[in-house]
């Protein structure tokens, strides 16, 4: 039990202090392993789990908050029409959910 809170505190130090767009599943789950003392396929079932978590709740309509860090949370849009600014033609967008992260004043500061 002790091991999985350690991996899971240390997926959530990672997420914060790596760039995003440098990171994938891969080097995550080497970092996590190292940071936890674990394998790197405990690691990567670990972080796959949170996933799946966050998104389970996202898909029920919740919020997921990360103590210290930030909230995920899903957006509505509504079905809308739209103009093509290339020809002027109204086209019809479906109505969709997106992901949003917002982070918590306490992680900005963890920035500063």
């Not at 995920?72 to 949003?100: C, D, M, S, W």
């Amino acid at each position: 039990m002790r091991s999985t809170i350690q991996m899971i505190a240390a997926c959530i130090f990672l997420m914060i202090s790596l760039d995003a767009w440098a990171v994938g599943d891969q080097d995550l789950a080497r970092e996590a392993a190292k940071e936890a003392g674990v394998t790197q396929e405990q690691a990567r079932r670990v972080i796959d789990a949170v996933k799946e978590s966050i998104f389970a709740h996202l898909n029920q309509g919740e919020e997921v908050r990360l103590k210290g860090m930030g909230k995920f949370y899903r957006k509505h849009q509504k079905a809308h029409q739209a103009k093509n600014p290339r020809t002027g033609e109204k086209i019809n967008v479906p109505a969709r959910n997106y992901l949003r992260f917002k982070a918590f004043d306490s992680g900005h500061a963890r920035l500063n």
